[in-house]
């Protein structure tokens, strides 16, 4: 089993709908989830971060938590084609290094 | 967020030189930085752990006579890529972890190495 899961896509969504990016993760003590967005031929940009349980939101971005499930979501509300990217779970277990998805590829249709 | 710089953002060398890659945070301070490389299409790779006033921490599999990087301030860590083969050519990306809660990491904007 991956330490950290994703589909890997893509997922295509039509513009103006809720995208949804799914993430499992398997350590059980991880305590920081974040969210990246990495364009094509571009580095990796933090969109969110996440350390509790709920919902967090920003803008039209909202991360999702639940720690018993070992569960964390991306929502993003009114997709633009702006938003086409692969978008990169990651968690970091107490003390340890970054562990990163395999990437979840969105594609926004106009 | 935070701003993390590189440069340059594009080199092309020939066989057997070296390039020196830079990484800056320019509006924290980050006593550990991160190297990665990553080949089109596939995921991010981490090379190395840099740390201020310390050795560098490699990944395994990744040759630190080859990859030589240096974290002299809290606000600079060097990437040397040494005897450079066209195998070497990629998209090295460079990160800062800011130490505030759940320590975030930073990306730099990327710097594509390509060899001849």
């Known amino acids: 089993q991956k330490e950290v899961e994703q589909n890997s896509g893509p997922l295509s969504v039509p513009e103006g709908a809720i995208a949804s990016l799914n993430c499992t993760y398997s350590d059980r003590v991880s305590q920081s989830f974040f969210w990246y967005r990495q364009y094509s031929g571009k580095s990796p940009e933090l969109i969110m971060s996440?350390?509790?349980?709920g919902d967090k939101e920003d803008g039209r971005f909202t991360a999702q938590l639940n720690k018993a499930s070992q569960y964390v979501s991306l929502l993003i509300r009114d997709s633009q084609p702006s938003d086409s990217a692969t978008y990169l779970c990651?968690?970091?277990?107490?003390?340890?290094?970054?562990?990163f998805g395999q990437g979840t590829e969105l594609s926004v249709k106009p | 967020g935070a701003v993390v710089s590189q440069h340059p953002s594009r080199v092309i060398c020939k066989s057997g030189t070296s390039v020196k890659i830079e990484c800056r945070s320019l509006d924290f301070q980050a006593t550990t930085m991160f190297w990665y490389r990553q080949f089109p299409k596939q995921s991010l790779m981490l090379m190395a752990t840099?740390?201020?006033?310390?050795?560098?921490?490699?990944e395994q599999g990744v040759e630190k006579d080859k990859f030589l990087i240096n974290h002299a301030s809290l606000t600079l860590s060097t990437l040397t890529v040494t005897s450079a083969h066209p195998e070497d050519s990629s998209f090295y990306i460079c990160?800062?972890?800011?130490?505030?809660?759940?320590?975030?990491?930073?990306f730099g904007p990327g710097t594509r190495l390509t060899v001849t």
């Open positions: 996440i350390y509790s349980n």
């Open positions: 840099s740390n201020e006033g310390s050795k560098a921490t490699y």
């Open positions: 990651a968690v970091r277990p107490p003390g340890g290094k970054l562990i």
């Open positions: 990160s800062a972890l800011r130490e505030t809660q759940g320590y975030e990491q930073y």
